[in-house]
């Protein structure tokens, strides 16, 4: 009798520690901090990045996250070139769908949060992204302006003189400082009209 007491809490002892061992690595693979490291990532929770509420395999939003932040990193992750793609293929950004379509950090009031890694869930109405502003300065000759950029987020310059057709002026790539175009090419035209497009 005593035998099989021992066998039983022996038995019992391999299952508890199997048990604890496992549920020790579905909690390690699950970042709580990166929860706060993105827009409204309360509201779904661990689901943001894996199949689980209790972590475990990464779902597609969690892959993305995955090939811009190093393993058990702390660092700062969310920018504007995770929140451009649309990782879960739904048609509509991951910024979109987590209320911060330019990726700034900041979500946009009254924004419809949904979650990024699931296609079945997405914005019923699109959400504007907000466009860098320009600093222009008074200047005679050449053309200069100033704008922030967001690390490694590509802008691209491009310049019309009629509105019909824009041409391609040059492609800056943000480093997260406010950064300055010139132009530098022979005025052609009495006016020139410019804008920033952010690249994709």
């Known amino acids: 009798m005593n035998h099989l007491k021992r066998k039983l809490t022996m038995s019992f002892n391999i299952i508890l520690f199997v048990s604890v061992y496992f549920f020790s690595i579905t909690q390690s693979n699950a970042r ?7 827009p409204n990532g309360n509201k779904f929770g661990c689901l943001n ?36 793609k649309d990782s879960d293929g739904d048609g509509s950004s991951n910024g979109e769908e987590l209320g911060d379509p330019d990726g700034d950090g900041k979500s946009t009031d009254g924004a419809e949060i949904t979650n990024p890694s699931n296609p079945e869930s997405k914005p019923q109405k699109p959400v504007e992204p907000v466009l860098p502003e320009l600093d222009i300065k008074k200047s005679k000759s050449p053309f200069s302006f100033n704008f922030k950029t967001v690390k490694g987020q590509k802008y691209e310059v491009q310049a019309t003189n ?26 052609l ?8 497009k952010v690249k994709n």
Request: glycine letters at 10%; charged letters at 20%; hydrophobic letters at 40%.
């Open 32 to 38: 709580s901090w990166r929860v706060g490291q993105i």
């Open 49 to 84: 990045c894996h199949n689980s509420s209790y972590g475990g395999s990464l779902n597609s939003f969690g892959f993305s996250v995955k090939s811009v932040v190093g393993r058990g990193s702390k660092a700062t992750f969310w920018n504007s070139v995770l929140a451009a």
């Open 162 to 187: 009629d509105f019909s057709m824009w041409d391609f002026v040059d492609t800056i790539e943000g480093t997260g400082l406010e950064m300055i175009f010139t132009d530098y090419r022979e005025a």
């Open 189 to 196: 035209f009495l006016r020139q009209f410019y804008r920033l």
